[in-house]
């Protein structure tokens, strides 16, 4: 059974950082990509990053570019966002999301999904 | 930026059956796929590559696409398929990942 369970969400002031985690088991975590998707309170869903199999592409949606970085252990099994200067417009829930293949090929587009982590902006 | 645009509600009884439509520019050349999202729970993976469904998911969720517009169908729709649902693609170059803004299915 797949399993993906986030942590290191919490209460930070605005220009604060945090790094969040996710581990992953029930699956072959090197062979998919990996992604973050968050949602606002009361809000939809927005992706925020990906990062591919062996991390040699990551890419982000540009209102985190130069703020936030993707990255992943394999050997751990672990996927990472290290977010920095933070602003109150990132207060949200966290998901982690594995991607999936089909046919031969792999997709960064999300297919299972963690119980999300809360990260709180304010002063 | 690209946009993908989901009709805010949809209310129908249940038994009758429920499109919720995706509209994007390149839907005709990417993927669509649905997720549903019950209150206060992660998001659940119902179709992929338009029309797929995943294994678990019940056969009265079906996709369809038709030109620029990507189509959910619920058929028989039950009290316990209320919940929000979001079309998920992205641009035709791929660079840009973008989710509907959301439906809100209410069946009673």
């Known amino acids: 059974e797949v399993q993906l369970v986030e942590s290191g969400g919490g209460l930070v002031q605005p220009g604060g950082s945090l790094r969040l985690s996710c581990a992953a088991s029930g699956f072959t975590f090197s062979s998919y990509w990996m992604s973050w998707v968050r949602q606002a309170p009361g809000k939809g869903l927005e992706w925020v990053a990906n990062?591919?199999?062996?991390?040699?592409?990551?890419n982000y949606v540009d209102s985190v570019k130069g703020r936030f970085t993707i990255s992943r252990d394999n050997a751990k099994n672990s996927l990472y966002l290290q977010m920095n200067s933070l602003r109150a417009e990132d207060t949200a829930v966290y998901y982690c999301?594995?991607?999936?293949?089909?046919?031969?090929?792999?997709?960064?587009?999300?297919?299972?999904w963690g119980q999300g982590t809360l990260v709180t902006v304010s002063s | 930026s690209y946009e993908l645009t989901q009709p805010p509600s949809v209310s129908l009884s249940p038994g009758q059956t429920a499109r919720i439509t995706c509209s994007g520019d390149a839907l005709p050349k990417k993927y669509a796929y649905w997720y549903q999202q019950k209150s206060r729970q992660a998001p659940v993976l119902v179709i992929y590559e338009d029309s797929k469904r995943p294994s678990g998911i019940p056969e009265r969720f079906s996709g369809s696409i038709s030109g620029t517009m990507a189509t959910l169908t619920i058929s028989g729709a039950r009290v316990e398929d209320e919940a929000d649902y979001y079309c998920y693609s992205t641009d035709s170059s791929g660079n840009h990942r973008v989710f509907g803004g959301g439906t809100k299915l209410t069946v009673l």
């Open positions: 999301a594995a991607g999936y293949c089909s046919g031969g090929s792999c997709s960064s587009t999300p297919f299972y």
């Open positions: 990062i591919k199999e062996d991390g040699s592409e990551k």
